[in-house]
T-cell receptor, first 114, second 113 residues
């Protein structure tokens, strides 16, 4: 069966520091991968999605970037964190080639920028 | 763009009572619709989905949802709520890109004894 791992679970970083959040999927090949951010009372905001290695689509302009160095690895990064980057970050995957298929989420990373 | 609206930010129900969480979608054709549940500090778990066919969809944990095109709604229901159902519930719709989902802002469910 497929599993998704996301780490770290919690992170406290000072403003201006770099960020790297990692997500890996097991049990499936060439999944579609996603990064969402959840802010209190604002639902889930799609940040990036990827349909293949090296293919990244960005949904909103921001201080963050994403990379997919391997088939089942998705990384969210920032060179310099802002206070507004605080939030709950969720990685998800869906089946390759299947549009509008369900997303399967990791357990999230709680990021606090101080 | 496809979007969903969840009119209720908070809902409180007594344990054993019935539950209905509202979701309205905005989309011209038949949408792909989903309901997810999120426990505190956790990721989202898929409860059920609707793509086509029977408009009454059964999901996990005793939940069901009904697609009503005339009302542009996809409300989630459960006949008898358990204390463990207390969580955040999100309605979602397939996006223009065909890959990611667009989520509502969620409804927080509180279950009282």
């Amino acid at each position: 069966s497929q599993t998704i791992h996301q780490w770290p679970a919690t992170l406290v970083q000072p403003v201006g520091s770099p960020l790297s959040l990692e997500c890996t999927v097991e049990g499936t090949s060439n999944p579609n991968l996603y990064w969402y951010r959840q802010a209190a009372g604002r639902g889930l905001q799609l940040l990036f999605y990827s349909v293949g290695i090296g293919q990244i689509s960005s949904e909103v302009p921001q201080n963050l970037s994403a990379s997919r160095p391997q088939d089942r690895q998705f990384i969210l990064s920032s060179k310099k964190l802002l206070l507004s980057d605080s939030g709950f970050y969720l990685c998800a995957w869906s089946l390759t080639g299947a549009k509008n298929s369900p997303l399967h989420f990791g357990n999230g990373t709680r990021l606090t920028v101080t | 763009a496809q979007s969903v609206t969840q009119p209720d930010i908070h809902i409180t129900v007594s344990e054993g009572a019935s539950l209905e969480l509202r979701c309205n979608y905005s989309y011209g054709a038949t949408p792909y619709l989903f309901w997810y549940v999120q426990s505190p500090g956790q990721g989202l778990q898929l409860l059920l989905k609707y793509f086509s066919g029977d408009t009454l969809v059964q999901g996990i944990k005793g939940f069901e949802a009904e697609f009503k095109r005339s009302q542009s709604s996809f409300n989630l229901r459960k006949p008898s709520v358990h204390w463990s159902d207390a969580a955040e519930y999100f309605c979602a719709v397939g996006s223009n890109s065909g890959y990611a989902l667009n989520f509502g802002k969620g409804t927080s469910l509180l279950v009282t004894p």
